[in-house]
């Protein structure tokens, strides 16, 4: 008999209950033990639905990221942190943003908290994890109670329960050294903390563990392997069964590796990499457990069940009771329940399944093998139809978007000018004090601003007053630059619910959700807008926002656009077509509104990629193609401007010191990225590459509510002129400022003005 499980399911709540507990806990209008309830309550909804599964995940929930659960499982606290008083949930909330709840902070040594967590992208996705310190002292003391915690409270729910960990060598591998130090030299006192955590497991009765290691995904060099095999071999005698999981890609040339690897069973990601299953059937031994993720994990299409059963079938038959399925990956990178969806067109949601459709997914595929076709033929016929109905549908394809892309040539991505020539000339329009200061883009979307929009959607409010109230909420943001003395303004973003969602709107294409949030970090969470179809641009989406905003003031007013390849990457994208097509399509759209935003007389251009960097693929050798037409979309959605026109774009939270090279390529005339979490480290790129254009190093950690100091901020723009000239630096936030509150936002800008200032009068 075919079994089924699942890797991990979405903690937010259907209706982001977890978020709203979080904030409010946060701020101090709701105690410790509400919190604490609801994530009882959270759990043990999601253990039923996952009742149908014959293995259900424990250890997934987390109230804020499992890499953090895991740092604290293992006792790997900063040093910072250490001391504090409160419970271990007080310091788990200062690592990962500073501070904990309200009023529970009243010592450390930065604005009433401590530095938070550098926070990262998971992998190729959007979620973002605190990622790990170590030094060469690193201790490591098992506090497993969290996770024995939510084992008991599964099993009272009669949970058929896995635990879930994070394997020690990926832990190890995402984690950062904070004095050089080589990582690989912990992997001993790692696995001692990982040994006595199986073993504690199987003191409590557990039989299965999974162990996710996605590093197998990626390339590594032989220490790397040499720390697979003795990280495996040396945890071969606990007396659990060891699920080793993969997921996010193919496992190629380390087939051979993790199917020799001394663990009962393997989990591949057979979405991604179907490849990898037919050589792994010649690799593993007799024994052992093939677990196959079938079902898409991080989209939301349905899934071709008869397909999979095309393939699966043969499998099931040489396999048995050997084999298993489960989605590709953890279902935390998909919305809850699609039953919610009671607005979304209903042609578009007859096409979709969101986790609780693909747990359903997974049980007529196990019914199919193990009872025959014919026992799920209702649910099978019912999805045939819904897919052949999305194939021939002609809501999906444009004779027009594909000729314009067929037609495309190197032309579109030429700016006319070299960066060279450009800079002055824009330098001469703009006169710009040295070390310039801006913003990102967004300011705090405040509850008038939620309220006029919800007012408008549901047409208790009318669009002339709806307009009414944005401009009100723009002319206030102006006023308020304007009075803090910052260079070039943003008129603030209050129309826009997302960066991509908002351009997504308004893109034909498109359709959008109510309920499809997905977490993104923390309390944050994406409502990711479904791209279903060709992509053409019906009006412009923002000139006429931008245009009064710029009417309110003198100075610089920034048109602020979200690039192509990050609303590829933060939507839900249409499977049948390649992506890099889809991404040219939105090139040309946005080009579009960038061009209407030159004539109608702004100056400055943002086009964010925020999301360039996670979209790489995650082996190296792959990574050529993928840069290749995403710098392309990039070109041709920014140069088809006049060289006094300045192009910035943004790009947050990502690692990219490696395709710095590829970054120069977009010949953006100013880049702004995030620097004050990892404290300048990722300036480390421009030792060795001389970058040629303006950078914004960020001095303020917008993710967290403590407020930079004006030395803090003259400290790190210090340590940015080491590597980058100071005329080519502007000082500006890590990121949009819409998540922040306007009591935290106005003093830190306050900061970082007068930090400018320091800046200029010392130069």
């Known amino acids: 008999m075919v079994q089924t499980h699942n890797l991990g399911f979405p903690r937010i709540g259907a209706k982001r209950e977890l978020k709203f507990a979080l904030e409010s806990y946060w701020k101090g209008t709701s105690s410790r033990e509400e919190l604490q309830a609801l994530g009882a309550q959270l759990r043990a909804r999601h253990w039923q639905h996952q009742a149908g599964l014959d293995l259900a995940p424990v250890g ?8 953090l659960d895991m740092s604290f499982a293992l006792g790997n606290l900063p040093e910072r942190v250490r001391g504090f008083h409160g419970d271990a949930l007080d310091n788990y909330f200062r690592v990962a943003r500073g501070r904990s709840a309200q009023g529970s902070d009243d010592h450390g040594d930065c604005c009433g908290g401590v530095a938070a967590g550098e926070m990262t992208k998971w992998f190729d996705t959007n979620y973002h994890y605190i990622v790990p310190e170590f030094t060469a002292q690193s201790e490591f003391r098992l506090d497993a109670s969290r996770l024995l915690e939510h084992l008991a409270e599964a099993r009272a729910s009669g949970v058929k329960a896995k635990p879930v960990i994070i394997g020690p060598v990926t832990y190890l591998s995402i984690g950062k050294t904070k004095d050089g130090s080589d990582k690989l030299a912990l992997l001993p006192r790692l696995l001692a903390a990982y040994a006595q955590l199986l073993d504690t497991l199987a003191a409590h009765g557990v039989e299965w563990v999974q162990v996710d290691e996605p590093l197998l995904v990626t390339e590594f060099d032989a220490d790397w392997q040499h720390a697979f095999n003795t990280a495996y071999h040396d945890l071969k005698g606990s007396r659990v069964k060891l699920l080793l999981a993969t997921y996010f890609g193919q496992l190629g040339k380390n087939q051979y590796l993790a199917a020799n690897l ?78 919610s969806e009671e607005k979304l067109d209903p042609e578009i949601k007859s096409w979709l399944a969101y986790a609780l459709q693909k747990l359903d997914e997974l049980q007529v595929l196990a019914v199919a093998l193990n009872q025959g076709r014919e026992a799920a033929s209702e649910a099978l016929a019912a999805n045939k139809a819904a897919l052949d109905a999305r194939r021939a549908s002609p809501r999906v394809h444009n004779p027009l978007v594909k000729a314009a892309i067929a037609k495309l040539d190197d032309s579109l991505g030429q700016r006319k000018s070299g960066y060279a020539q450009r800079a002055p000339l824009q330098a001469a329009r703009l006169r710009l004090p040295e070390f310039p200061t801006t913003t990102i883009g967004s300011f705090p979307q405040t509850a008038e601003i939620r309220h006029a929009r919800s007012q408008f959607r549901a047409g208790a409010l009318d669009e002339a007053d709806y307009k009414a109230a944005m401009q009100g909420e723009i002319a206030r943001c102006v006023r308020a630059q304007e009075a803090l003395g910052l260079d070039v303004l943003v008129h603030g973003e209050a129309e826009r619910n997302d960066m991509v969602e908002y351009f997504g709107e308004q893109l034909d294409g498109y359709a959008f959700s109510q309920f499809g949030w997905v977490q993104s970090y923390g309390s944050r969470c994406v409502k990711p807008p479904i791209l279903f179809g060709d992509i053409t641009r019906p009006r412009p989406m923002t000139v006429e926002w931008t245009r009064y905003a710029q009417s309110l003031t003198t100075k610089p007013m920034k048109g602020m656009l979200t690039g192509p390849v990050t609303i590829l990457n ?72 006049a060289d006094e026109t300045q192009i910035h774009t943004h790009m947050c939270y990502s690692e990219f010191n490696d395709i710095i090279a590829s970054i120069a390529d977009m010949d953006a005339d100013v880049i702004t990225i995030e620097t004050s979490r990892s404290d300048m480290e990722l300036l480390d790129a421009f030792d060795d590459f001389k970058y040629p254009n303006e950078i914004g190093p960020g001095v303020y950690d917008i993710h967290s ?57 010392a130069t």
């Not at 997934?60 to 890499?67: A, E, K, L």
């Not at 095309?310 to 039953?339: I, Q």
């Not at 210090?718 to 890590?734: G, M, T």
Request: proline residues 6%.
């Open 60 to 67: 997934d929930f987390s109230f804020y990221d499992q890499v």
């Open 262 to 339: 001394p663990v009962a069973g393997l989990h591949v990601d057979a979405v991604n990499g179907r490849e990898d299953v037919m050589p792994l059937l010649n690799l593993l031994s007799p024994h052992k457990v093939l677990s196959l993720g079938v079902v898409n994990g991080r989209n939301i299409w349905k899934t071709d069940l008869d397909a999979v059963l095309d393939w699966v079938e043969p499998l099931a038959r040489r396999l048995g009771d050997r084999l298993w399925l489960a989605p590709s990956c953890s279902l935390l990178h998909v919305p809850v329940d699609l039953a």
């Open 570 to 641: 933060w939507s839900f994208v249409r499977d049948d077509q390649p992506r890099s097509v889809s991404c040219k399509q939105l090139a040309l759209a946005i080009r579009e509104e960038v061009q209407d935003l030159e004539k109608a007389g702004v100056r400055v251009i943002q086009i964010d990629e925020a999301a360039l960097r996670e979209g790489l693929p995650l082996r190296r050798s792959q990574w050529k193609t993928y840069l290749d037409w995403a710098i392309e979309s990039f070109r041709i959605t920014a140069n088809g401007v």
């Open 705 to 761: 509510p403590n407020i930079p100091t004006q030395e803090h901020i003259v400290a790190l723009m210090q340590k940015a002129a080491e590597r980058i000239p100071a005329s080519r630096l502007w000082v500006n936030p890590d990121c949009g400022l819409k998540t922040r509150q306007w009591s935290e936002v106005l003093p830190a800008l306050a900061n970082m003005v007068e930090a400018a200032k320091t800046l200029r009068a």
